[in-house]
């Protein structure tokens, strides 16, 4: 399952990220976690050393490498300067998996507690003033339209804060996405936006209150976003020590946190994963890419590298491998 974590700056959503992906691989499932936040605190949360994550290898800097791996024997993207963070796979494209070894995999992501992270990069100095860190993120979309999944897998994503989100296509590429909500008008006000932006794309959008307090918070939560509220978590002492360093078994989380981390997990796994929608939606936003920049860049129609009976799904069976 290709999952995204969202919400306001500051609503914990890096955290919520890092404990759903920790307490799926302490039970046994493959999991991929990407931190595609412009703010890189994702492998800090997962208890790996950040001085050392943000040495190693970021997606950002790979994105040509990432082409050409993926572009494969395509005939129809003859070279990696005609492809474009949403150009879909196609007959001869090579699809990649949450638990296959490959070169790019074994470059770029880094094993840590049954987890395999990877980090887009941050935005630094030589970025300013000629780059967008959309850009950078790029590199995950494209990974995500050539990533066969199954539903006891998953790729956990930390995206971008707030709207910022929305500013590519890459917000259809998940079977769902859980929204981190404080009990807080700035932070339900995000929500709302998500809901008016994501309205006409099917986007399953699951709300988890964080930093809950007592009733009138969570009644509060109730009253802005209703029946999408999946459940919440309370101010954890567990969270607090994680945040000063000290980073223990997911299973020593408090049990009512605990529980909200599994409720989401089966929740996604319930919805299932609609791959013609992936994929048609994967169609649509590259035809937009391309005629709004690719084509003028490229010097051709780029739309013609999509083939439309090419399902990705369709190249492995969404049953659980044991």
């Not at 605190?41 to 190693?56: P, Q, R």
């Not at 339900?188 to 936006?193: A, I, L």
């Not at 051709?300 to 044991?322: C, K, R, S, W, Y």
């Amino acid at each position: 399952m290709k999952l995204a974590f969202v919400g306001k700056g500051g609503s914990g959503k890096t955290t919520m990220a890092s404990l759903f992906a920790r307490r799926a691989a302490a039970l046994g499932h493959p999991v991929m976690a990407v931190d595609a936040d412009i703010n890189q605190h994702l492998a800090a949360a997962l208890g790996l050393d950040a001085e050392a994550a943000a040495m190693g290898p970021v997606l950002g800097e790979h994105l040509a490498d990432i082409k050409d791996y993926l572009r494969g024997a395509n005939p129809l993207v003859p070279s990696a300067e005609l492809m474009l963070k949403t150009t879909p796979p196609g007959p001869g494209s090579r699809l990649v998996t949450v638990r296959e070894s490959n070169p790019l995999f074994d470059r770029l992501f880094t094993a840590h507690d049954g987890i395999r992270f990877a980090a887009t990069g941050g935005f630094v100095d030589d970025d300013l003033g000629v780059s967008c860190y959309h850009s950078k993120v790029g590199a995950v979309e494209l990974l995500l339209n050539h990533l066969v999944d199954r539903t006891d897998e998953f790729v956990v994503v930390d995206m971008v804060a707030g709207a910022e989100a929305f500013a590519s296509g890459m917000f259809t590429r998940f079977d769902h996405t859980f929204l981190v909500c404080e009990p807080t008008l700035r932070s339900v006000g995000v929500y709302k936006q998500y809901l008016g932006y994501a309205e006409d794309y099917d986007v399953r959008i699951s709300v988890i209150g964080n930093k809950i307090d007592d009733d009138d918070d969570v009644a509060f939560l109730r009253g802005h976003v209703g029946d999408a509220l999946l459940g919440w978590c309370a101010r954890s002492k567990y969270v607090k020590a994680a945040e000063r360093g000290s980073v223990g078994p997911v299973a020593d989380l408090e049990p009512e946190n605990l529980a909200v981390l599994d409720a989401a997990r089966e929740r996604a796994v319930a919805g299932g994963k609609d791959w013609a929608k992936f994929t048609r939606q994967a169609h649509d936003f590259h035809r937009k890419a391309a005629l709004a920049w690719g084509n003028d860049r490229a010097g051709v129609d780029l739309a013609d590298q999509i083939v439309p009976d090419f399902v990705l799904g369709e190249h492995l069976l969404d049953t659980p491998v044991h």
